[in-house]
């Protein structure tokens, strides 16, 4: 049996020897493309068995099959010159004339994807290698899908695209809490790789999906948005691998739309989001809500998006940052207007490095429902493992740590970890919902000595990091 694991090591390491490839983020990017057009490749196959008359979107001559699939096929500069000039064209250019969604989904894809490699030899290693994996082997797709998980959770450490991750253990947590079912419209507004979209697809086969008519419903129920062009291509490829057909997924930025032309035609049952928060939203893009509510600030602008694309009795669990929480101007007008049209239950608070290394901000999970308004808000503490100073890439949070709030959820009572605030309470204090934990008391002495100096240590260390950096960029001047 193939170790795909081993399989992805070697293409990465491959991949190193380009020139024209540079970083983690690049080469996540370049792999992205390829894995896209071999599992578009494989499902092709797959559709042209079973529907006697279907026909790929992709023509001929630039299928995965006529130019990659042969390990003695084209290599060095022509099959440079191929991918650049006439792959990447035709992708780019696909006729989406006859409303094919697939053809769209592709050639938005592409449309936002380039090809930075330089070297013909090493591009044909790394099709070679991938080559190796059959999609449509369901042990192949099975084992790819557990790698696949790394590659993005490498996103993480690569820069500024970090943002499109959320670790899988909150992903699951806050499906499996939210339960969307069979039939009920599900969406994601900043969708990123589409983790939240594939967890609700599990969810719902799991329990739901009995046969071909089921999958078809799961299919055009499931609904994501992105606008930045790798996550939106990660996305697209993951939801492929959990055996959706053509991935409802729109390469968009949902705050682009007039906020009052979102209407019932347009609602949801079940909102699963991790929006991003402390980012710069386009310029003008304020404008498209009332005025009352209009900021830059990205987090508070999706909360108001997702808020208005929930129906009545919708339920909703998404990630917000402690900013979102508190704050008075217009952040408080969102924050009451939230409160007074749902329920927010459930506050969970989360340990700042939860997203480390790309963000140490703390972070909350919300869950609420739409149509009614909230009286009491019940908040838990996560705590981190015991002998775990804080999470990081290679010690991230884990799914069982959530076992004991699974628990709670159901029969809730007051404890160290568990706190309740009425709305009376949150009204009088203008709607902060920043409420620390009333059973842990501030002792005003966050560290040791010993922290304190490990701090200062590391803190030093970055200095003298970043001096070097400069220094280097001085003399290369």
């Known amino acids: 049996m193939k170790n795909i694991g081993t399989i992805i090591k070697r293409l990465q390491n491959t991949m190193r020897k380009d020139q024209g490839v540079s970083g983690d983020a690049q080469r996540i990017e370049q792999l992205g493309w390829m894995i896209t057009l071999k599992i578009l490749d494989d499902k092709d196959k797959e559709l042209e068995i079973l529907q006697e008359a ?83 082997s369901s042990d192949d797709r099975h084992i790819f899908g557990d790698i696949y998980e790394t590659i993005l959770r490498d996103l993480q450490s690569a820069g500024n695209y970090g943002e499109f991750y959320t670790p899988r253990a909150l992903t699951e947590f806050m499906t ?127 909360l108001l998006l997702m808020i208005r694309y929930l129906k009545d009795g919708g339920r909703a669990a998404i990630v917000l940052p402690d900013g979102s929480l508190t704050g008075d101007g217009v952040k408080q007008r969102i924050r009451q207007h939230w409160l007074e049209g749902c329920n927010l239950h459930t506050i969970v608070r989360l340990p700042n490095s939860v997203f480390q290394p790309y963000a140490s901000v703390a972070t909350n999970l919300l869950f609420f429902t739409k149509g009614e308004p909230t009286k009491e808000i019940w908040y838990w503490e996560h705590q981190l493992p015991e002998g775990v100073k ?26 160290d970890q568990a706190w309740r605030v009425s709305i009376d309470t949150l009204t ?19 560290h040791t000595s010993a922290e304190l100096l490990e701090l200062l240590h590391q803190s030093f260390q970055k200095s003298d990091s970043l001096l070097q950096t400069l220094r280097k960029e001085l003399a290369c001047v």
Request: hydrophobic fraction near 35%; aromatic fraction near 8%; include cysteine.
């Open 390 to 415: 804080s999470y990081s890439k290679t010690k991230p949070i884990q799914s069982a740590e959530f076992n004991r709030l699974k628990e709670w959820w159901n029969n809730r009572q007051e404890s």
């Open 176 to 302: 499996a809490i939210i339960n969307p079912r069979l039939g009920e419209k599900v969406l994601d507004p900043a969708c990123g790789t589409g983790g939240f979209l594939t967890c609700a697809i599990e969810n719902i086969r799991r329990q739901d999906v009995k046969n071909v008519e089921d999958l078809q419903t799961l299919q055009s129920t499931i609904h994501g948005m992105e606008f930045k062009p790798l996550p939106f291509m990660l996305s697209v490829t993951n939801m492929i691998l959990h055996d959706i057909e053509v991935p409802n997924v729109d390469y968009t930025d949902s705050l682009n739309r007039e906020y009052t032309s979102i209407g019932a035609k347009d609602r949801v049952d079940v909102i699963l989001a991790n929006p991003p928060f402390g980012a710069s939203v386009t310029d003008g893009v304020e404008t498209n809500f009332p005025l009352n509510y209009r900021t830059t600030e990205s987090a508070d602008l999706f």
């Open 54 to 136: 279907y026909a790929s979107p992709i023509p001929s001559a630039v299928q995965w099959r006529a130019w990659a699939a042969d390990a003695e096929g084209m290599t060095g500069d022509e099959l440079k010159e191929f991918i650049d000039l006439k792959l990447f064209p035709a992708l780019k250019n696909l006729d989406i004339s006859t409303g094919n969604k697939r053809a769209l989904i592709i050639r938005e894809i592409f449309e936002g994807t380039n090809n930075y490699m330089k070297n013909g030899t090493v591009i044909r290693q790394v099709l070679n290698e991938l080559n190796q994996i059959d999609f449509n």
């Open 428 to 446: 009088a204090n203008s709607y902060n919902l920043d409420t620390k934990n009333p059973h842990i008391k501030d002792t005003g002495h966050a």
